[in-house]
């Protein structure tokens, strides 16, 4: 999911809102190259039902084309934007910064995923 910070529309919290009028348990919000702090968390309360909320953010570099080059990164706890003209590098920066990242869209066609990058376990 993404909110107006990026290319969404709904607020993190009306997309809590519409994850617990569909019951779900848990959403996750990742705006391009911009990490939202403090928005993480419990929505709701015992009357609707709760849900949690998560957030990351997807990165990748507006200057490269295709634009199909996105990678999902949590639990950084600082924004990684700066590091996504060069993916080795924004690997490398997730990672000294505890952080997990994916792959968003692996199949895109355009996206050579076999260039010489490491620190990904299924590149």
């Known amino acids: 999911m993404h909110t107006p910070y990026s290319d969404g529309e709904a607020w993190h919290s009306e997309i809590a809102d519409a994850a617990i009028a569909t019951k779900l348990d848990f959403v996750v919000v990742t705006d391009h190259n911009i990490w939202i702090n403090g928005v993480q968390g419990y929505y709701g309360d015992e009357k609707r039902g709760y849900v949690l909320l998560l957030t990351g953010q997807e990165i990748h570099d507006r200057t490269r084309l295709p634009q199909v080059n996105h990678c999902l990164v949590y639990n950084a706890k600082t924004e ?11 690997i490398k920066a997730v990672n000294r910064a505890g952080g997990m990242k994916f792959l968003a869209h692996p199949f895109d066609k355009g996206v050579d995923w076999r260039e010489d990058i490491e620190g990904i376990p299924w590149v």
């Not at 990684?80 to 924004?90: G, K």
């Open 80 to 90: 990684m934007n700066r590091y996504a003209p060069d993916p080795q590098a924004l």
